[in-house]
C-alpha cells in the first residue's frame, strides 16, 4: 500500500476523476496519502477511466483497454473495499465510482478491517477534512447553495396543525424503502480509532440505516445487515431516546440513507458547528422558546446536536436567563425538545423553505450546475446514449 503515491500515473489521474463529482476531493498531500492507502495502482488507474455515471463491464473495457477478466477481477476487489457499487438489473452488471463523500470515505470505517492501516487512515482522513486552515473540504462540501443532505424532524414535536410531508417523514422513508440495512457508523467508529468516544453515548455499531438499492450493495459486500422495517424503525426510536438528529439524501423520492447524528462525532453536524449553517439543508420547521416558562437551565443546549441555543440574560422578575434559539443553526430537527424539564419548547413551521429535489440525479445534476461542473456530466451522457444506441455497450 501506498507504493505510488510518488508517481503522479495513478493519483493525479485519479483525484481529476474524483472531482468532476458534486462533491470533490481538494488535492492535498494528506489526500494522497488516503488514496494511495485506500487504492492500487491498479485500482487507481481503473477508478480514473470511469465515466461520470454507471457503466457496464464492456464499457469499461472499452475505457481502460483492459482484458473483460482481469478487469472483472479488479472491480470485484473495488466493491469488496467500498470504492465501487455494483448493482445488477435489467440482466445486466452495472458498477459506479464511489465519490469520496459521501461514498469511499465512509465506507472504509462501515466494518471491521484488518486490511488497511485503520488508526492511520483515521489520523489522515481527520487532518483532511479538518486540518486545512483554508477550509477547501469544508468549503467543497457544505457551500452549494443546494446541499447534498438534510434534516429530519421528530414527528411527535411537529405542530398539530402542520402535515408532514412523506419525505419529510423518518418512518415514513423506511416504510417507502422496500429493503433496509442497519451498518457501523463511520464517524463514531474513526473516532474510536483516535481513542475518542461518543458523549450521547450513542452507539457505534447497529445506528446508521441504508434503504434500497445501496442497502442490498452494502449488505452483500459485508458493510450492513438487512433489518426488517420494524427493527429499523425501533432504530429510530432507540436515535430518537438518545436525542440523535436524523440526516438524510436532500432527496424526495427515495433516499438511501438515514444517518442518526451527534455534535461530538457526525462530520455533516460538525460542517455546521464549523461555521456552515447552511451546509445541511433545515426541516419546515424550527425551535421555539417560550420565555414565560423557560428555566434557562440549559438542558437544551447541551441536547442539540449544531450549537443552535445561547442562554440570553432577562429582566421579567421571573428569571434573570433563558434560552434564545440561533435561527440559521436550527435545523428544526426537535432533537432538543424532550430534554426540557419546563416543556417550554416547540417546533414551528416555517413558510416557504426549499422542497427537496425529486431524485439523486436531480439533486446531483442541480450541485453541479451549481458549481459549473454539468457540461462533463451532459456530454457523458450523451456519448453514453450513442454508444448503447449502436450497441457498444
Known amino acids: 500500500m501506498g507504493h505510488h503515491l510518488e508517481g503522479k500515473s495513478s493519483i493525479v489521474p485519479l483525484i481529476d476523476r474524483l472531482n468532476k463529482y458534486p ?10 496519502q488516503i488514496l494511495a492507502i485506500l487504492f492500487s495502482e491498479e485500482e487507481a488507474f481503473v477508478a480514473s477511466r470511469f465515466p461520470l455515471t454507471e457503466a457496464t463491464l464492456p464499457e469499461l473495457v472499452r475505457a481502460t ?18 470504492l465501487v457499487m455494483d448493482t445488477t438489473y435489467g440482466g ?43 477550509q477547501k473540504m469544508g468549503r467543497e462540501f457544505f457551500t452549494s447553495k443546494t446541499p447534498l443532505t438534510r434534516s429530519l424532524p421528530y414527528e411527535e414535536h411537529v405542530p398539530v396543525s402542520s402535515q408532514v410531508a412523506t419525505y419529510e417523514s ?34 457505534t455499531k447497529e445506528i446508521c440505516i441504508s434503504l434500497g438499492t445501496a442497502a442490498k450493495f452494502m449488505v452483500r459486500r459485508g458493510f450492513a445487515e438487512h433489518r426488517s422495517t420494524e ?29 442518526n ?18 451546509g445541511v439543508a433545515k426541516t419546515n420547521y424550527t425551535l421555539q422558546v417560550d420565555s414565560e416558562t423557560c428555566l434557562g437551565c440549559g438542558l437544551c443546549q447541551k441536547a442539540c446536536n449544531v450549537a443552535a ?44 423553505r426549499p422542497v427537496p429535489p425529486e431524485k439523486k440525479k436531480d439533486l446531483m445534476k442541480q ?20 454508444r448503447r444506441t449502436l450497441g457498444m455497450g
Open 92 to 134: 445486466k452488471d452495472f458498477y459506479l465510482l464511489m465519490p469520496g463523500l459521501i461514498g469511499f470515505f465512509e465506507l472504509t470505517f462501515m466494518k471491521q478491517r484488518n486490511d488497511l492501516p485503520v488508526v492511520e487512515l483515521a489520523q489522515l482522513m481527520t487532518e483532511y477534512l479538518y486540518g486545512d486552515p483554508e
Open 309 to 352: 441555543l445561547e442562554t440570553v440574560g432577562v429582566d421579567n422578575g421571573k428569571n434573570k436567563k433563558r434560552m434564545q434559539v440561533i435561527g440559521d443553526n436550527c435545523l428544526g430537527c426537535g432533537a432538543c425538545i424532550s430534554a426540557c424539564p419546563s416543556n417550554s419548547l416547540s417546533l414551528v413551521h416555517i413558510p416557504g
Open 367 to 386: 450541485i453541479l450546475k451549481e458549481k459549473k461542473r454539468l457540461t462533463p456530466y451532459i456530454v457523458s451522457g450523451i456519448k453514453k446514449k450513442i
Open 261 to 278: 447524528c451527534c455534535s461530538c462525532c457526525c462530520e455533516l453536524l460538525g460542517g455546521v458547528l464549523m461555521g456552515y449553517p447552511m
Open 231 to 259: 427493527q429499523l424503525l425501533a432504530i429510530l426510536s432507540q436515535a430518537r431516546d438518545l436525542r440523535l438528529t436524523h440526516i438524510t439524501d436532500n432527496i424526495r423520492h427515495k433516499p438511501s440513507f438515514i444517518c
Open 23 to 32: 462533491i470533490g476531493l481538494p488535492d492535498s498531500d494528506k489526500l494522497r
Open 65 to 82: 483497454g483492459w482484458e473483460s477478466t482481469k478487469l472483472k477481477a479488479i472491480l470485484e476487489q473495488m466493491a469488496e473495499k467500498g
Open 170 to 203: 423518518a418512518r415514513e422513508i423506511v416504510k417507502n424503502a422496500g429493503y433496509g440495512a442497519i451498518g457501523m457508523c463511520y464517524c463514531r467508529h474513526k473516532k474510536e480509532h483516535l481513542n475518542e468516544s461518543c458523549k450521547k453515548k450513542a452507539p
